[in-house]
Structure formats: structure tokens, C-alpha cells
């Protein structure tokens, strides 16, 4: 009979617990048998990671290197540079490319450039974003306007207004600024 010295002792094993044999090997549901011969589920939020890419849109004739971005229609949006979801069998680059076509109304690059990838915590959902980072170059007179996103995805009719910027002269939405100090080399 046990006298309570040893209650959390595994009885097959003789082991005792630690923190990382306690828990279930799956963190979004596995089951395991307690001490006391009752089996526990555990049950956790998982983390889903989505495929997105980003741009760094500069343009080509600008005496300095400007930015560009747009004021997304919900204030608590921010400012924002084009980006969106990869699609399946896309890569990034193809992903880029669409997504600034569909949220901008550009079409021409003189040059598409890879910078990075990482993987960016949302902080107030249970999901991650692998961010891929690109940089492109456009020929682009307009210092501003207005275009109405295209495409299927949940910002479909969305309209945004473009401007350009400075890099850094103002803090991006999302952390979408971590990076923009490359197109700057």
C-alpha cells in the first residue's frame, strides 16, 4: 500500500514525473493515464501557422526610396503594406507578385527581390504567420490613389488608398515593418 511518500510515482516505471514526461506527446489532444489509474485528455489551443507574403513595393524614378503602403479602411488596421495568403501549389514569389496585382492595381516589376522569411505570433489569435518578405520595384508616377481589391479573397471590394512613404518615417501594422530596413542597403 502506498503511504503518500511517493503518490506521484509512476507504479509501472517507478519514475516520477517530470515536466517533460507529464504531458502528453500530441499538445493538441492526447490522453494519458494518471497515478490514480484515470485516464485524462488534455486538451489544448494549437497554433495554426498560415503561408503569407509581403511586399516591400518601392519605385524605380523616386529621388529617394519611398514606400509604398495604405491606411486600411478599418482604423483598427493600420497602416499596411500589400500582403496576402499563398495559395495552394503557389510559392511565394508567384503569391507576391498576384497579391500586389489584386490590392494595388500594379502590374509591372522591374525587379523582384526575396528578402526573408520568419514566423510572426498573432497576439490575439491562436495562429502564426510565416511571413515570406519580398521586395519589388515599380514604375509608378502616381503619388497617391485609389484601387478596389480584386480577386476572391476576404478583402475582395475592399477599397485602399495608396501613398507612399518613407521607410520608417512611420510604424507599420502587424510588425510589417520588421524587415524594411533591407530595401534600404
Known amino acids: 500500500m502506498n503511504d503518500g511518500r511517493n503518490r506521484w510515482?509512476?507504479?509501472?516505471?517507478g519514475r516520477k514525473p517530470d515536466s517533460e514526461n507529464d504531458f502528453p506527446?500530441?499538445?493538441?489532444?492526447?490522453?494519458?493515464?494518471?497515478?490514480?489509474?484515470?485516464t485524462i485528455v488534455v486538451v489544448t489551443e494549437s497554433t495554426f501557422t498560415e503561408e503569407k507574403a509581403y511586399a516591400y513595393v518601392?519605385?524605380?524614378?523616386?529621388?529617394?526610396r519611398e514606400l509604398l503602403v495604405f491606411e486600411h479602411p478599418n482604423p483598427e488596421g493600420g497602416v499596411q503594406i500589400p500582403k496576402g495568403?499563398?495559395?495552394?501549389?503557389?510559392?511565394?514569389r508567384e503569391a507576391v507578385v498576384r497579391?500586389?496585382?489584386?490590392?494595388?492595381?500594379?502590374?509591372?516589376?522591374?525587379?523582384?527581390?526575396?528578402?526573408?522569411?520568419?514566423?510572426?505570433e498573432h497576439h490575439e489569435k491562436p495562429k502564426s504567420y510565416r511571413r515570406h518578405f519580398f521586395h519589388l520595384i515599380a514604375e509608378e508616377s502616381r503619388d497617391q490613389w485609389r484601387h478596389t481589391v480584386?480577386?476572391?479573397?476576404?478583402?475582395?471590394?475592399?477599397?485602399?488608398d495608396y501613398f507612399w512613404i518613407l521607410p520608417g518615417s512611420i510604424s507599420l501594422a502587424r510588425e510589417m515593418d520588421d524587415y524594411v530596413n533591407q530595401i534600404l542597403l
Open 58 to 64: 518601392t519605385r524605380k524614378e523616386a529621388e529617394s
Open 99 to 120: 497579391e500586389v496585382k489584386e490590392e494595388s492595381g500594379l502590374t509591372e516589376f522591374e525587379s523582384i527581390q526575396s528578402l526573408t522569411t520568419d514566423v510572426w
Open 150 to 160: 480584386t480577386g476572391d479573397g476576404e478583402d475582395e471590394g475592399v477599397v485602399y
Open 25 to 38: 506527446a500530441n499538445p493538441d489532444r492526447d490522453t494519458y493515464t494518471s497515478p490514480l489509474h484515470l
Open 85 to 92: 495568403g499563398i495559395e495552394d501549389g503557389e510559392s511565394p
Open 9 to 13: 510515482q509512476d507504479r509501472n516505471s
